[in-house]
């Protein structure tokens, strides 16, 4: 029967996406949104919109019955779940088929089955899929762990059987530090997952994460659309995704694809899937685990072979048969995406919370913007801080990079950090463009992405202040440019500790604190947003904050240890009295999805301790107190 409305259990740019292809089918759509959500892009898109609950989760976009309650109350005849949330839960496949609504997705003992890591690699091992050798059995007591692990050999990987985006995964390497990795992650997996069991497998020193994208239909039919390379990763969060892997042998492409055929025909499946290998150095690759829902990266796939995912994620919903079979499949060119966030690169990468006061992404021809916001939305601590995926198709790797670093180029994004200019560096290393990168790459520090100051990044922004500015606010500066032979100005800015430049211009070019002679050049570009700039030089990205003296700044000391957002208290590690070290860990809390170590500036004693585990701590807020 065709589906003729679809209620979407999802928010931001997934459901943005879901909307986009409805239209073209001339399909229905209904929204849900939280009380944090009720003004939010995809709610405005959607031609109807139901209230779900709080921002607590539970009581909104993970609350089975609500969603069903909605759907019922729109009458739509199916769910579209996008990724994330509920989208790879049996318990929500199951209660839609009970309320007669059609679920666009994988079928309920496919997700049963592929939701614990240990089943499916059992699966997977039956069915001939190379699997990384470990341990996946019930058994989950301490010591028949540890024992696993030594008979594996460190380095191990411990993976929550229910987890994902990796949330209680630990790397170890050695069994020292076992038991302190294995309550670490256990704890992780509990409080993401509400399951604490995990798994053991060999770790890879040098991995390479290549994965399929799978798609099945209700008779049996099932088709590749190629593999995608998502090396490129920090903390087992991908980074940048593109498709098709560079550097694979013809053989393994091969053997590869038909390895991802095989599993997913071994557990009957339905509609989109990935299937995810890790390769080591010598073209060996083993199953890692199925993603039973669209992926986050499912765009670079569609741009090389001009599907359109989800459209056929509704047909096969609808009991369609494949729009396609294998041979009629291609991959044509290279598409590469970037996942732009709302982080600080220059502090641990911690998410970045606020208004987004000017969001400018940059549109071009075979190319993608999806985003969730706008300028004038803001970025909560409820939610995944994702901004937007930039996405782009050429003819090849060289010129998709390329492609690629104009759009970061031509973007700016003000009121929160972003990585942006963390996004420029990577696609501008030598690893990434000879193809060296690995998924331990970015976390080993093993690519050099420091960013000293360039007299010439200054000389940009006061050729900006020069022809760009109203002249009534240059000129009139104390200190400002002067109408001379040379014209100084005094360019006050702070840059990684660096500030007070003093720059002249001669003859079309600038002096910088005396320093050389700079000629601007067509391709630098400078982005100015109040007291925020950014500016754009050979292809890297530079962030300044003019002076702004009347901003409040709390900031914390090596006598305090503050909460950099708020967030819950995971674990208190220190008591009154304890005398600790430099870098020791004082106390573990969760925020934006991470779990954050907040350690110790110098030897001194515990004052004072505010928090306990599972309080609440709002942003900025004294958690420990220390003194010499």
Known sequence: MPIKKILIANRGEIAVRIIQTCRQLKIKTVAIFSDADRHAKH??????????????????????????????QAQVDAIHPGYGFLSERAAFAEA?????????????????????????KQTMIQAGVPCVPGYQDDNQDETV???????????????????????????????????????SAKREAMNAFGDDNVILEKYITQPKHIEVQVFADQRGNVVHLFERDCSTQRRYQKVIEEAPATGLSDATRTDMLNAAIKATQ?????????????????????????????????????????VDLVAWQIHVAEGGKLPKKQHKIHANGHAIQVRLYAEDPQHNYLPSTGLLEQVKLYQAEHALVDSGVRSSDSVTIHYDPMIAKLVVWAKDRKRCIQKMQTMLNQSAIFGVKTNVGFLSQLLTSKPFKKHQIFTNSLDNNEIDLSQPILPEVVAIYA???????????????VDGWRLQGKIPLHLELTYQGQQQYTVAWEAGGYLVDGMS????????????????????????????????????????????????????????????????EIGQTLVVMEAMKMELELKAEKEATINTVHFAANDQVKADEVLVELED
Request: proline share 2%.
């Open 463 to 477: 050729d900006y202040l020069l022809h760009h500015q109203d002249n009534g606010s240059v000129w009139g500066q």
């Open 96 to 120: 839609l088929a009970q309320a007669g609504l059609i679920f666009i997705g994988a079928p309920i003992e496919a997700l049963r089955l592929m939701g614990s890591k240990s089943a499916a």
């Open 266 to 306: 071994a557990i009957d499946y339905e509609g989109a899937g990935t299937i995810e290998f890790i390769m080591d150095g010598d073209d060996s690759f083993y199953f890692m685990e199925m993603n039973t829902r669209l992926q986050v990266e499912h765009r670079v796939s569609e741009l090389i072979t001009g």
């Open 43 to 72: 709610v405005q898109m959607a031609d109807e919109s139901v209230h779900i609950g709080s921002t607590d989760l539970a009581d909104s976009y993970l609350n089975i019955d609500k969603i069903i309650k909605a759907a019922k």
């Open 145 to 183: 762990l540890a024992k696993a692990a030594d008979k594996i050999g460190f380095p191990i990987l411990i993976k929550a059987v229910a987890g994902g985006g990796g949330k209680g995964m630990k790397i170890v390497h050695n069994a020292q530090d076992f038991a302190t990795q294995l309550d």
């Open 517 to 580: 002679h700079y000629v601007v050049q067509t391709n630098d570009i400078c982005h100015v947003h109040r007291n925020q700039v950014q500016v754009v030089h050979k292809n890297l990205r530079y962030e300044f904050s003019l002076p702004d003296h009347e901003a409040k700044v709390s900031a914390s000391n090596a006598n305090a240890i503050y909460a950099p957002m708020p967030g819950k208290i995971i674990a208190v590690k220190v008591a009154v009295g304890q005398q600790v």
